[in-house]
Structures are given as C-alpha cells and as structure tokens.
T-cell receptor, first 111, second 113 residues
Framework: SQQGEEDPQALSIQEGENATMNCSYK?????LQWYRQNSGRGLVHLIL?????REKHSGRLRVTLDTSKKSSSLLITASRAADTASYFC???????????FGKGTLLTVNP | NAGVTQTPKFQVLKTGQSMTLQCAQD?????MYWYRQDPGMGLRLIYY???????DKGEVPNGYNVSRLNKREFSLRLESAAPSQTSVYFC????????????FGPGTRLLVL
C-alpha cells in the first residue's frame, strides 16, 4: 500500500469561496479515495475515482486525477461553515486490502 | 441500519491493564479494519481482516491483538496497556477490500495513565 500526501496542511477561507486541496502519491494506483473527518468523529467517504477516470463530480465536490503527475485534487465549491473538517486522500495501488492515510488537510471555513 | 458501532466511546486505563475494544458492523461487509489516530496525524492501520477467519498485521501491530469473532464483529485487545497507546481508535469495514468504500465507526478515545 502507499500513502498519499495532502497539501496544504491547513487552509482557511471565507464562506462562499472555493477550496482546493491536493494529494500526491508515489506509485501507480487502481483508484484513489477522498475522505472527510469532522472534529472528534470517524472518517466519512466522499468520493472514489478510478485510475481510468480524469474527473468526477458529486454535488459541490469535484475531484480530478492526473496519473501522469501522480496527483489528485479535491475542489469544494461555494464552501459552507459545515465543510470545516480534515480531508484525507487514500490512494490504492496494490492487491492487498489496506489503505494508508496521510496527515490530511485541515480546512476551516469562516462564516 | 446502525453501520459501524464501537464500544466503549471513552476509556481510561492504568499502565499494564488490559482491555478489549469492540466493533460491529451490520452491512454484511467482508473486510474490517482497526486504525489508530494520534494528534496531527493521519490514521495508521493496526490490523485488518480481509474476510471472516483471517487477520493480518498492518503498519503498527505491536502491543495489540485482534479477533474476528464472526462476520459482524472484530475486536482489538490491548494485553498490557502503555501510555504510548493513548490514542483514538477507529474501526472500519468495507464490502470487500480496497475497491470499495470504507465505513468508519465513531471512534474510541483511550487514555493510558
């Protein structure tokens, strides 16, 4: 398994602005998942993008994947205070059953 | 449909004491996982069970044991707790391995004095 590295480590924006966070990884993948964690809670799955996909949307979320650059980005449009959370990417590239999470991006959306 | 449940929510132990963290899922998932999360860190995998009857070590297995009691339940045991095991523990499950979403429980906060 391999670990994704999220960037930036922390991001602070105003409500209504867009938030972009990035994930880089080292080896080839089958898919990449993004998760959200609200303070003191468990992780919640947001979106899974497969290696043959370049972009995927879910509501206000847009995920892109560039396998040539080994990177992914998560865009949250028209952010809300409720989007305040840590966001983790989890690339999966092996035939095992393990996901490895990075340290995440802490997003703060100010009202 | 409760998803993934964990008990207890919070526990304080003294060094050397033992305890078992319980996890259950009602989604008929094959795979289950135990993670720990320390301040400012991502989740680190302790043990996982790809399917009923199998368990494997993750990234940080030392000091822990697990039991996949049946398809629904996956417990994590600390035989002799140490202060370094103070952490938040999350259980997760997935339908079958990595091609599927992992569903997480609410976590157990453990403090070892």
């Amino acid at each position: 398994s391999q670990q994704g590295e999220e960037d930036p480590q922390a991001l602070s924006i105003q409500e209504g602005e867009n938030a972009t966070m990035n994930c880089s990884y080292k080896t080839s993948i089958n898919n990449l998942q993004w998760y959200r964690q609200n303070s003191g809670r468990g992780l919640v799955h947001l979106i899974l993008i497969r290696s043959n996909e370049r972009e995927k949307h879910s509501g206000r979320l847009r995920v892109t994947l560039d396998t040539s650059k080994k990177s992914s980005s998560l865009l949250i449009t028209a952010s809300r205070a409720a989007d305040t959370a840590s966001y983790f990417c989890a690339p999966e590239g092996g035939s095992n059953y393990k996901l490895t999470f990075g340290k995440g991006t802490l997003l703060t959306v100010n009202p | 449909n409760a998803g993934v449940t964990q008990t207890p929510k919070f526990q304080v132990l003294k060094t050397g004491q033992s305890m078992t963290l319980q996890c259950a899922q009602d989604m008929n998932h094959n795979s289950m996982y135990w993670y720990r999360q320390d301040p400012g860190m991502g989740l680190r995998l302790i043990y996982y069970s790809a399917s009923e009857g199998t368990t494997d070590k993750g990234e940080v297995p030392n000091g822990y044991n697990v039991s996949r009691l049946n398809k629904r339940e996956f417990s994590l045991r600390l035989e002799s707790a140490a202060p370094s095991q103070t952490s938040v523990y999350f259980c997760a499950s997935s339908k079958s391995g990595l091609q599927e979403t992992q569903y997480f429980g609410p976590g157990t906060r453990l403090l070892v004095l």
